[in-house]
Structures are given as C-alpha cells and as structure tokens.
T-cell receptor, first 111, second 112 residues
Framework: DAGITQSPRHKVTETGTPVTLRCHQT?????MYWYRQDPGHGLRLIHY???????DKGEVSDGYSVSRSKTEDFLLTLESATSSQTSVYFC??????????FGNGTRLTVT | SQQGEEDPQALSIQEGENATMNCSYK?????LQWYRQNSGRGLVHLIL?????REKHSGRLRVTLDTSKKSSSLLITASRAADTASYFC????????????FGTGTQLKVEL
C-alpha cells in the first residue's frame, strides 16, 4: 500500500474525549491528506498538507486539527469527539500532480 | 458539496459483460481520476485523464472525458468477479495544488 501506515486501525472512544489518528509514510511524498468516508457521502477532505508545517482546510474541517512536524507523519486530532465523527478515516499521499495513494483506513466509533 | 456524482449508484452484471459508469462534475477541472475500492480497503488509483484529453485506455479500462458536458465515463470490458468493488471518480480543480474532490461512487457487482 505504497508505504502508508495508519494507526490505530480501529478505535472506540467516548463522546468528549480527544482522539489522535496517525498517518506514517515511507515514500517521502510532499502531499498528505485526511479524508473521511461515510455512506452516501463518498470521501470528503478534512485537511491536507503540502509540506512540513504547511496545512490547509478541506471541506469538512470543523472539529478537526492536524499537524505535520516531519515529512513522514501527519496527525489528525479530534479535540472533543462527537458521535457525528464516527466514520472511516483515510490518509493519502501524493506528489503533485500524480494520483493519490491511500492507506487502509482507521475505523473510529464515538459512543 | 461533492464535485463528482456517479451514475448509477449500483450496478450488477454477469461475468464477461461490459460495465459502464458515469461521472458528472460541476466546475472546471485540471484532471479527472478514477479509483477502485475493495470492501474494507483503501482506494486504489486506476487511471487519470487530463482536461485536454478525450479518451484514455489502460488494459480493460477505457475512460472518456467530455469537458463541454462536464462528464466522464469508465468502461470495464469483459468484466470478472474480481472487478467487484466500488468505483469513484475524483476531480482536481484548476486552482492549483493537488486537492481531489471525490464523488459518491458506483458499487459494481460482477456475478459468475
């Protein structure tokens, strides 16, 4: 899977708790992305990064923050998880303008 | 809001038949890409077509792009059971960067 590791693969957490998902790449690609996938909505972009410490918001960024302190790691944080953030989260990487390579996802359940 | 919308939402065919999926989008694009997703897995890139291209082939895949109609189609010829998956189109806008906007996908089932 193009050297992308997402952790954890599954997580169950309670409403109001902070959660951090990690994406690690070994490809040295410039761009990294966080998407969420929900039935009926396809994939929606949460945040993306175009370099170390360079990030920008996607279409569904409310309630999420990201950080990229190293080329290989892109962290997604839910400051205070809500049930609406129950979803499958995918990390992806690319070199502009080439296609995206995806990780296998993190299934997050907020109870 | 979704840039791409696939049609149909679900498609069931017999092995050996051709499968056609359509994608419509709303704004000007730099390129359009098709991805496949097997159940429980991440998306896998299939093919990319640039805005100045009209048709592209890759193995059993044929993609067309009509920028005047803001639409694209993906044809899978001689389908196999292993082609069973969800297929998504994604567009890259003309505003720079490499930010993809995905459609809602077509679920393809190929039966033996």
């Amino acid at each position: 899977d193009a050297g992308i590791t997402q952790s954890p693969r599954h997580k169950v957490t309670e409403t109001g708790t902070p959660v951090t998902l990690r994406c690690h790449q070994t490809e040295n690609h410039r761009y990294m992305y966080w998407y969420r996938q929900d039935p009926g909505h396809g994939l929606r972009l949460i945040h993306y990064s175009y370099g170390v410490k360079d990030t920008d918001k996607g279409e569904v960024s409310d309630g999420y923050s990201v950080s990229r302190s190293k080329t290989e790691d892109f962290l997604l944080t839910l400051e205070s998880a809500t049930s609406s953030q129950t979803s499958v989260y995918f990390c992806a990487i690319s070199e502009d303008p080439s296609p995206l390579h995806f990780g296998n996802g993190t299934r997050l359940t907020v109870t | 809001s979704q840039q791409g919308e696939e049609d149909p939402q679900a498609l069931s065919i017999q092995e050996g038949e051709n499968a056609t999926m359509n994608c419509s989008y709303k704004t000007s694009i730099n390129n359009l890409q098709w991805y496949r997703q097997n159940s429980g897995r991440g998306l896998v890139h299939l093919i990319l077509i640039r805005s100045n291209e009209r048709e592209k082939h890759s193995g059993r895949l044929r993609v067309t792009l009509d920028t005047s109609k803001k639409s694209s189609s993906l044809l899978i010829t001689a389908s196999r059971a292993a082609d069973t998956a969800s297929y998504f189109c994604a567009t890259v806008g003309t505003g720079g960067g490499n930010k993809l906007t995905f459609g809602t996908g077509t679920q393809l089932k190929v039966e033996l």
